[in-house]
């Protein structure tokens, strides 16, 4: 593998850890999952583009801080690049202007918090949550 490639990670198997239960975001019918299952657990998407040094610097220091559990979190993942289409719905559904990277918070079925680049930052979802 390129050193290019172990730096900013190809596609978002090569992005996510195994430390951080994301759950990939891959189908658009998810979506309505998503917004059922925020009324008894928080979601947070993560949207990332596997081509982007922000987006990947963004998401390891996330992932570095991330210290919830699935009952009090469930965190998606989402590569832009692969699922654009997803992307764009999520805008749509949740009246949001697409970023990236970008961090949505989703409690009741909406969008109640979304930052993106540098004010990705954990601990500031956490006191949201």
């Avoid at 299952?37 to 947070?44: G, L, M, N, R």
Wanted: charged residues 20%; proline residues 2%; contains cysteine.
């Amino acid at each position: 593998m390129s050193l290019f490639k172990k730096i900013i990670g190809s596609s978002a198997s090569e992005a996510v850890t195994k430390k951080t239960p994301w759950i990939l975001l891959e189908e658009l019918s998810e979506i309505e999952q998503i917004k059922n299952v925020s009324f008894k657990t928080p979601i947070a998407i993560f949207k990332h583009s596997t081509r982007c040094s922000i987006s990947r610097m963004a998401l390891k220091e996330f992932e570095n801080d991330y210290n919830l559990n699935n009952e009090e979190l469930k965190l998606y993942f989402l590569d832009l690049l692969a699922y654009r289409t997803i992307s764009n719905e999520l805008a749509i559904q949740f009246n949001i202007t697409h970023q990236s990277p970008q961090i949505l918070l989703i409690k009741n079925g909406v969008c109640t918090y979304h930052v993106s680049h540098d004010e990705i930052i954990f601990q500031n979802l956490k006191s949201v949550i």
